[in-house]
């Protein structure tokens, strides 16, 4: 079975530096996805950013990006110029490309920013 | 679009009440996901459909939850009857099957109070 580990459940980072935040996964499925997704102080999940198993390049969008590593099954994130914004639950996923499609989610990482 | 839709907001009731959370997916997608937030417990995931078909309700606590998928427009959760540690928001989620953009969507959530 597919597995989701965040290892860190909380991180502090200073306004404006940079802060990754790390997941592992466990699969024996060749074919999936993987996101982050960010749950601010509001509860609305939104989608922060993606990644396809079969791209070898990492994602990115805007100050967000990733460390995709297959062989070693991990996926973090990393945040650039941290904003005030950014303080939220960070939650990775998996979804199976195929078959159920499961979804499964991480347990969180709080990440807060200080001024 | 308007997203996904979920009523009540909050709910408020009494030990052995009957509960009842509504879900209007997003128009067109086909996979659709209960989650439980609590605090000690984090994101659970409940039950999920692809194509109003349930694929894996593992995650439901105990048989005083169900679930129903009468349609591809609409889901209920229902607890029957509640208790107090059923209290927690309730999430429904919403995504396409297949292909690239699999994001899930998720509702606003249901802040539910069992006292």
């Known amino acids: 079975a597919q597995t989701v580990t965040q290892s860190q459940p909380e991180m502090s980072v200073q306004e404006a530096e940079t802060v990754t935040l790390s997941c592992t996964y466990d699969t024996s499925e060749s074919d999936y996805y993987l996101f982050w997704y960010k749950q601010p102080p509001s509860r609305q999940m939104i989608l922060v950013i993606r990644?396809?198993?079969?791209?070898?390049q990492n994602a990115t969008e805007n100050r967000f990006s990733v460390n995709f590593q297959k062989a070693a099954k991990s996926f973090s994130l990393k945040i650039s110029d941290s904003q005030l914004g950014d303080a939220a639950m960070y939650f990775c996923a998996y979804r199976s490309a195929s078959g159920t499609y499961k979804y499964i989610f991480g347990t969180g990482t709080r990440l807060k920013v200080l001024a | 679009d308007a997203g996904v839709i979920q009523s009540p907001r909050h709910e408020v009731t009494e030990m052995g009440q009957e509960v009842t959370l509504r879900c209007k997916p997003i128009s067109g997608h086909n996979s659709l996901f209960w989650y439980r937030q609590t605090m000690m417990r984090g994101l659970e995931l409940l039950i999920y459909?692809?194509?109003?078909?349930?694929?894996?309700d593992s995650g439901m606590p105990e048989d005083r939850f169900s679930a129903k998928m009468p349609n591809a427009s609409f889901s209920t959760l229902k607890i029957q009857p509640s208790e107090p540690r059923d209290s927690a928001v309730y999430f429904c989620a919403s995504s396409l099957l297949a292909g690239a953009y699999n994001e899930q969507f998720f509702g606003p959530g249901t802040r539910l109070t069992v006292l």
């Open positions: 990644q396809e198993a079969y791209k070898q």
């Open positions: 459909f692809n194509n109003n078909v349930p694929i894996d």
